[in-house]
């Protein structure tokens, strides 16, 4: 167009070149002096600058950080994006990467093997300094292998390899705690209705509660755990078989947040008072359960925020050379509410 640019045509970005060329030095002094390298004399790195920030040159920080070995970036692949559980784990990562000046690239293989191995070849070809796996459930989930390039961490499912570094929350801890809580307000009669049987969440959780009424001299009310689905109808259903059997029954610890809800439902029905005559509890301290339900819904809070920032400190670790191998288990908290603790 004779010299004269387009309206619509994007402005060339300065380049190095053209800093080089205004300081009236050769580029390889530019370079020096922007990288602020100490052979560069203090009248030259002046006028390096300034030429730069009067064509508001930025510097190609992708390039940099190749050649210095890392590029700043950690790949998040979760396989279960939509889900309440991956979600808050990937918001802790972020929060300590964003703390330590890392960007985030976040995948989602939707527990598609095909769609994971395509997302890990695209995040590894764009050099990120290292992985971080979130599973959809905390079952244990095949490695992705040792011959990776980068450092690699599986958050809430563990993988199947004790020489792959993994991050999990402590199920049994948490199912000790729910029943050490309801001991401590007076009940003695309590009731486990848990999810599928076939979840590593479910078992775990029903060990570390039986475990507490061991240790606190009490036997589980009813026959068994109730192990089914992960649904307010099963909650339903198990609760009425319960109270059907167990006639002094006074707590009921639920598998999960939805779960407890069912059971809610039920001992609504039945003019049965909670807290008063029977406490319940639940796992997750899914917010929007806990909160809506009535009385609001005393739960076990996995941590997964404080889980995410631990996966991301191991791979900070391993980066400064300092891996960790094996499974490592996050504590979880207990958040009272109304269901177990009247006036809360």
């Not at 068994?224 to 002094?248: I, M, N, Y």
Request: proline share 4%; with cysteine.
């Amino acid at each position: 167009m004779s010299g004269i640019e387009s309206a619509n045509a994007r402005p060339r970005a300065a380049t190095l070149r053209d800093v080089a060329t205004l300081a009236g030095v050769s580029v390889a002094t530019a370079s020096k002096a922007l990288n602020g390298r100490a052979n560069v004399h203090p009248d030259t790195r002046r006028r390096v600058t300034e030429a730069a920030e009067r064509i508001s040159f930025t510097p190609n920080t992708l390039a940099q950080a190749i050649l210095a070995g890392q590029t700043g970036t950690v790949g998040l692949l979760t396989n279960d994006l939509e889900g309440r559980f991956s979600l808050p784990i990937l918001m802790g990562a972020e929060d300590a990467f964003g703390a330590g000046k890392m960007s985030v690239f976040l995948c989602d293989a939707r527990d598609d093997a095909i769609r994971e191995q395509h997302h890990i070849r695209a995040l590894l070809g764009r050099r990120v300094d290292g992985l971080i796996v979130v599973g959809s459930n905390t079952d244990p989930r095949a490695t992705l292998g040792l011959d990776l390039p980068v450092p690699t961490v599986y958050a809430y499912a563990p993988s199947t390899d004790e020489q792959d570094c993994s991050v999990v929350p402590d199920n049994v801890h948490a199912g000790t705690l729910a029943i050490e809580h309801l001991v401590a307000t007076g009940k003695r009669r309590i009731g486990h209705i848990s999810g599928d049987v076939r979840y590593a969440a479910a078992r775990d959780r029903a060990t570390g509660a039986l475990a507490a009424l061991e240790a606190a001299g009490l036997e589980l009310a009813g026959d068994r755990v109730r192990f089914g689905d992960w649904t307010e109808a099963w909650g339903r259903a198990a609760t009425h078989s319960l109270l059907d059997q167990v006639s002094d029954l006074d707590a009921i610890l639920c598998g999960s947040d939805l779960i407890a809800r069912g059971t809610l439902d039920v001992l609504r029905d039945r003019g049965i008072d909670v807290p008063a005559r029977v406490s319940v509890m639940g796992f997750d301290n899914w917010e929007i359960l806990t909160s809506g339900a009535r009385p609001p819904l005393t739960s076990i809070d996995m941590n997964f925020e404080t889980l995410g920032r631990r996966a991301a400190q191991r791979v900070f670790d391993a980066l400064d050379g300092k891996s960790t191998v094996g499974v490592e288990l996050m504590p979880c908290r207990l958040v009272v509410r109304g269901s177990t603790a009247q006036g809360a």
